[in-house]
């Protein structure tokens, strides 16, 4: 089992709808989580991170956490074309690694 | 401010060359990261140092060897390259407990 899962892709979205991306994990012990944007040929860049169980809101975005379950989750809401890129789940587990997902492609569709 | 530096930026070599990769940061950062990003599969973790002085594998350590030659450079070698080694290399740093990663604009590396 990979360390870090996300939902596969890719995705498409209509401009202006709610785009729903999804991550577990398996180290119980794991701390911190991240997500990154990346566009093509470009290097990852952060969007959230995010420590407690919970919601944490940033203007478009929202990171939600469940310990409990080993699960994190992105939302974006009123999606852009600009939002168009690949999404990055990373975990830093209980050792200090910082362990990516594989990845969900996004296409808000115009 | 420069962030995290990467020296080259492409390279091709051919099969069994040998080649060091270059990563700097002027943030004193205590931990630094490699990763590998091959299409369709993220960032996969080669090495990383939590501190100087100290490395571990990650997730793909093979045909790979490390140097953390101070608090600020992080290098990554190949001894002796193999066409599976074609990848998009990206160096990373982070600060304390929590930080998220800061990476360099990444090394694309071809092996013919």
């Known amino acids: 089992q990979k360390e870090v899962e996300q939902n596969s892709g890719p995705l498409s979205v209509p401009e202006g709808a709610i785009a729903s991306l999804n991550c577990t994990y398996s180290d119980r012990g794991s701390q911190s989580f991240f997500w990154y944007r990346q566009y093509s040929g470009k290097s990852p860049e952060l969007i959230m991170s995010i420590y407690s169980n919970g919601d944490k809101e940033d203007g478009r975005f929202t990171a939600q956490l469940n310990k409990a379950s080993q699960y994190v989750s992105l939302l974006i809401r009123d999606s852009q074309p600009s939002d168009s890129a690949t999404y990055l789940c990373?975990?830093?587990?209980?050792?200090?690694?910082?362990?990516f997902g594989p990845g969900t492609s996004l296409s808000v569709i115009p | 401010n420069a962030g995290v530096t990467q020296t080259p930026k492409f390279q091709v070599l051919k099969t069994g060359q040998s080649m060091t990769l270059q990563c700097a940061q002027d943030m004193n950062h205590n931990s630094m990261y490699w990763y590998r990003q091959d299409p369709g599969m993220g960032l996969r973790l080669i090495y990383y140092?939590?501190?100087?002085?100290?490395?571990d594998k990650g997730e793909v350590p093979n045909g790979y060897n490390v140097s953390r030659l101070n608090k600020r450079e992080f290098s990554l070698r190949l001894e002796s390259a193999a066409p599976s080694q074609t990848s998009v290399y990206f160096c990373?740093?982070?600060?304390?407990?929590?930080?998220?990663?800061?990476f360099g604009n990444g090394t694309r590396l071809t092996v013919t």
């Open positions: 140092s939590a501190s100087e002085g100290t490395t």
């Open positions: 990373a975990v830093r587990t209980s050792y200090d690694k910082v362990i």
């Open positions: 990373a740093s982070r600060g304390g407990v929590g930080s998220p990663l800061h």
